[in-house]
């Protein structure tokens, strides 16, 4: 749904954030229900922030003032930590309401540049933060951009 990549240093970072589930969405007055789908993910999307990409904790927040509850974050062998939660929505822009929850997934992956040469991955979570904890821990923040999604009703 929204995504960030970045380079720092000889470490390559690319931050996504997915959703799961269905929202209540109505439009006051009604409209083409394409484009509500269109502007239920832009303002789903809006303003999404990660902070603290570096600790077990991660921070997401939305500026359409979804609510984040982080419930496990987990190391995926061999450059990758995701974290799973719910998010409350509850957001509302040009007569388009959404309501609802959500389940999210954010992976922040790690690895080397290209810069880096030829480095091997780490092989565990501790490895992984010792190798790239310096270099996230120095990322205050990303701010993630949409991505593109298809409707259910666009063929692939």
Known sequence: MAAASLEIGKV?????????????ACRRPPGVVERMEAEALDLLSKGLFVSGIDTPVATVTG???????QQSAEFRPPDARLYRGMCGVGAS??????????????????????RAGDCGPPETAAEWCELFGGQLSSIGGVVLRR??????????
Not at 12 to 24: K, N, R
Not at 63 to 69: I, P, Q, S, Y
Not at 147 to 153: I, N, Q, R
């Open 12 to 24: 390559a970072v690319t931050v996504g954030l997915s959703f799961d589930g269905a929202l209540y």
């Open 63 to 69: 500026a359409a003032g979804h609510r984040f509850v």
């Open 93 to 114: 822009r040009n007569g388009l309401t959404l309501t609802g929850i959500l389940g999210y997934r954010l992976e922040v992956r790690a690895g080397w540049a290209k």
């Open 147 to 156: 991505s593109s999604v298809l409707s259910l009703g666009t063929p692939p």
